[in-house]
Every structure is written in C-alpha cells, then in structure tokens.
C-alpha cells in the first residue's frame, strides 16, 4: 500500500542476506525501516511485535527460515533448520500462519542438505510466503467487496459504516490486509465508507496501526475506545463489523485480538452482520474446536504502561499503580455460531466445518 504516495510491504528481500521490515512500535508518529540479518533478529522482531499480524508473522518466519540457513554448521543442514523452525514456533503460539511458513519452509528443502542450494530454495520460498499472502488479500478485497456494495445500494449511497478491532490490515499481512481489503476495494470503487477503529488495548494496534493505514489511503474513520461498539450498534450506528483472524478452526471458530468476542455477541444482539476475513493459511485444518486453540499470554506490562507521543518524543507512561498485577491475554475466541460468515480468498462462506471444506475441498481427507 501507499505511504506518501510510495508503495511499500510490510516485509522484503533487500540483497543477499538482508531482510527488511517496517518497525511497527514506532508507528503512528515515526515510519523506520529496519533491517534482519539473522533469525535472532526476526526472532526479536517478533517477540517484541516490530513486526506482528498473522499474514506478516507468517513472512516473516518464512524469512527467518532464509535467514537461519546463513548459520548453519557443516554437514548440520537439516538438524539446523529443524531447530530453526522450533524456534519460530516457539515466538507467537496463536497465529497458526507462522505454522504454516516453518513446515512450508521445511517441506522446501527436504531433499537438500547442502547449504548454497537450501538458501536458494529458502529464499525462493520465502517470496513465494510473501507474494502468496498479498495474492490472497487481494482476492479477499474482491469477494468481500460486494457486501460492502449491497449495503451502500441499500442506504441509497449513503456511508457505510464499519466497525473493526485491532488491526487486519495490511500492516498485520505483507500488503492490503484482510478485514481491510474490502474497505480499500469499495473505497477505490469510490464508494462512501466510514469505519469505526476499535483503539484495541493494551498494545493499540486499532488506534496506532489502523488509524494510520485508513489515513494513508484516504479512507474517514474515526477511532473509539474498546468499549464503545455496542453503544454504536444500539443507535444504529454500525452496518456491518469486518475483523481478521490468526487462526480459524475447520469449523469456523475464530480467535482474535482480546475483545473481538465481546463485538460478536453486541453484534449478534443487534442483528449485525459480523464477518471475519481470512486468508486461506490462517485456517487450521487440524483443530476442530476454537477452545483448543493455545491464547497467547503477553507480559502484563503491555497493560501496565502505554506509549505515545509526549514532547515529540515517543514516551513509555506507567498508567496503574506500580505494584498491581497485570494479565494480558492477548486474544480471544468467537465460536462460529456468532459469525455471519468467512470471508476467504476463495469466496465467503458459513462459519462451520462443511462449507468451509466446500471451499477448500483439497483438505478433505483422502477416502471421506
Ligand atoms: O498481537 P498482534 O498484533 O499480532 O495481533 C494479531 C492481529 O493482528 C489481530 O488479532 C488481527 O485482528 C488478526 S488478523 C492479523
């Protein structure tokens, strides 16, 4: 997407060994780039959420692997890159994407065990993540579009409005986002959309991240605090609420940032429609039940202290007593039965095993 009229991913190849990235803790107020060369530092990338979202987590473990292979030892290939995977696995145990990446990564080189040509294969793989994941957000835009589209028919053009949580946008992928993608497309459409931005505390990925992506492609939207949406919803105020997901179940169970449940069911209340955007890697077709999937818990100071601009320095604040404890349960899980549907890059469907299997029917089991 565009930051001052340049086109920028999230992640990139930059030359033999180098990877860039934009340092998302520096966003809204400063837009660094920074570089990777080792897994150490893809690692700490990730753990410290320099670079976060499901789409982006899985690139950037996707580079990691690319970047691993420069350490590997001699005659030590594959035991190396092995560990290389277990490492990234270990950094964010909710995005099923990183999955995705490090045994896509593995896959590529199983047959190798020899260094030059395993960074080769790596790399090739790597952009493959890369360009795969921007591919599908793409077509997400496009399928999700057209509910956008009979909404603003249906108001006669007038806004539509459209509330999101924390950021699917294409800060979180490598480009355009998910619950994003439909928004740009109607906005390029030059259909009149406003979108409601859920700040999404504790790390404010709505009011940093996705207030400034909107700001950037021109779309109107207006930041509220995280309690704001059933409000909204009960003046009529919401159309349509379009989130992302960093791991769907073969059922449809979606978990997302802390608070996306508490949306689903105010929408669900209201009659709402509630969608969750998703590319096809975010769906895990090994886990049936939402309530298996592992929540991420962060450290507690993430709730304790919140950063900003102060004196046009980004500043870290202490907002609660010093000694009071902490949890930060990074995400939650709305069971399919409180979404409308998926929309996915193949199209939109039920939140529920069959029509999702519909829709991917390469993942049925061989023989049932
Ligand atoms: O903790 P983060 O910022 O990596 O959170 C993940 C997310 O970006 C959200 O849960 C998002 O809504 C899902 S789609 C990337």
């Given at each position: 997407m565009n930051v001052q009229g340049k086109h920028y991913r999230t992640i990139w190849f930059k030359d033999y060994g180098v990877i860039q990235a934009i340092d998302?803790?520096?966003?809204p107020h400063e837009f660094c780039i920074e570089d990777m060369h080792t897994i150490d530092d893809v690692i700490a990338a990730i753990n410290t959420m320099h670079v976060r979202g499901a789409g982006l987590l899985g690139a950037a473990a996707g580079y990691g692997m690319y970047l691993a292979a420069f350490e590997a030892p001699e005659g030590n290939f594959s035991s190396h890159m092995e560990e290389a995977g277990k490492r990234l696995l270990a950094?964010?145990?909710?995005?099923v994407n990183i999955r995705m990446a490090v045994e896509g990564q593995l896959n590529a080189i199983r047959?190798?065990?020899e260094q030059k040509e395993g960074i080769e294969k790596l790399l090739k793989k790597a952009n493959a993540i890369a360009d795969e994941d921007a591919e599908f957000c793409w077509r997400i835009g496009e399928h999700g579009l057209r509910l956008i589209e009979e909404i603003s028919k249906r108001k006669g053009g007038e806004p539509v409005n459209i509330l999101t949580h924390c950021n699917a946008g294409w800060l979180a992928f490598v480009?355009?986002?998910?619950?994003t993608a439909p928004i740009y497309a109607a906005h390029n459409k030059g259909i009149a959309v406003h979108v409601w931005v859920d700040e999404t505390r504790p790390v404010n990925q709505g009011s940093r991240l996705t207030a400034w992506e909107l700001g950037h492609q021109g779309v109107p939207h207006t930041v509220v605090a995280d309690n704001t949406g059933g409000h909204l919803m009960q003046k009529g105020l919401v159309d349509i609420v379009l989130v992302g997901s960093d791991r769907v179940t073969r059922r449809g169970d979606a978990a997302n940032k802390i608070g996306t449940y508490l949306k689903a069911l105010a929408a669900k209340d209201n009659n709402i429609p509630f969608y969750v955007a998703i590319p096809s890697t975010s769906i895990d077709w090994r886990m049936m039940d939402g309530g298996a999937i592992q929540i991420e818990q962060r450290s507690g100071d993430e709730v304790k202290y919140i950063t900003g601009l102060a004196d046009g320095k980004i500043t870290r604040m202490l907002l609660?007593?010093?000694n009071s404890e902490a949890a930060n349960y990074a995400f939650d899980v709305t069971p399919g039965r409180l979404i409308t549907g998926i929309i996915t890059d193949r199209g939109i469907c039920k939140a529920d095993f069959v029509n999702l299997m519909q829709l991917y029917p390469e993942t049925i089991p061989k023989g049932g």
């Open positions: 998302q803790t520096k966003l950094t964010r145990p909710t995005a047959d190798v065990d480009d355009y986002g998910t619950a609660t007593p010093e």
